[in-house]
């Protein structure tokens, strides 16, 4: 398997997240309310896989390996733009926990701005994905050889094996700065 095959597989789950994030929004322009749970699970699921565990994945091994090859102008500029999508995706997920938070502390303007931070994401993610499977990943395994490419799909895994690990450590010391 490509090292791209695994990052390709975690695209599909997040299309499908992004599917419920679209049906969650139409819902509560129509109910003109919140389903916290959901917004909860979908929050840290864009933190936690989407952005932790898969652009982790891509940035630090895929795009850095990337970063030490002569790239095409094409391929860097597209690197960029990715590069910029991920920001765009966190400061979004920030921004939908913002005012997730202020709409339960009594601001009923955050539901419009949920909703259309929601609509951002899902477009965002649309583009972005569509630009990773389809004209980005493929080509750039072009800059590598087998051998190195069997490197990063090990790496890739071997991040997989250790990312729980790393997310409830930082849970749990989390939760004990609270007892302190």
Same mark, same amino acid.
């Given at each position: 398997?490509?090292?791209?095959?695994?990052?390709?597989? %975690?695209?599909?789950?997040?299309?499908?997240?992004?599917?419920?994030?679209?049906?969650?929004?139409?819902?509560?322009?129509? @109910?003109?309310?919140?389903?916290?749970?959901? &917004?909860?699970?979908?929050?840290?699921?864009?933190?936690?896989?989407?952005?932790?565990?898969?652009?982790?994945?891509?940035?630090?091994?895929?795009?850095?390996?990337?970063?030490?090859?002569?790239?095409?102008?094409?391929?860097?500029? &597209?690197?960029?733009?990715?590069?910029? @999508?991920?920001?765009?995706?966190?400061?979004?997920?920030?921004?939908?926990?913002?005012?997730?938070?202020?709409?339960?502390?009594?601001?009923? %303007?955050?539901?419009?701005?949920?909703?259309?931070?929601?609509?951002?994401?899902?477009?965002?993610?649309?583009?972005?994905?569509?630009?990773?499977?389809?004209?980005?990943?493929?080509?750039?395994?072009?800059?590598?050889?087998?051998? %190195?490419?069997?490197?990063?799909?090990?790496?890739?895994?071997?991040?997989?094996?250790?990312?729980?690990?790393?997310?409830?450590?930082?849970?749990?010391?989390?939760?004990?700065? &609270?007892?302190?």
């Amino acid at each position: 398997m490509l090292p791209i095959g695994p990052l390709m597989i %975690e695209h599909r789950l997040i299309e499908r997240m992004t599917a419920l994030l679209e049906k969650e929004a139409d819902r509560m322009e129509r @109910e003109k309310n919140i389903n916290p749970g959901f &917004l909860a699970t979908a929050i840290d699921f864009f933190t936690a896989y989407t952005d932790r565990c898969h652009h982790g994945k891509e940035e630090g091994i895929l795009y850095e390996d990337l970063a030490a090859k002569n790239l095409s102008g094409e391929h860097k500029l &597209l690197l960029r733009e990715i590069l910029d @999508e991920h920001q765009q995706a966190r400061r979004a997920v920030i921004e939908l926990a913002d005012e997730k938070a202020r709409f339960l502390e009594g601001n009923p %303007e955050s539901l419009q701005l949920m909703t259309d931070k929601m609509r951002f994401m899902v477009t965002l993610y649309a583009i972005h994905i569509d630009k990773e499977d389809k004209h980005f990943f493929l080509p750039c395994m072009e800059y590598f050889s087998p051998a %190195e490419k069997d490197v990063m799909l090990a790496a890739e895994y071997e991040f997989d094996r250790n990312l729980i690990h790393q997310l409830y450590r930082e849970k749990v010391a989390k939760e004990e700065e &609270l007892y302190k």
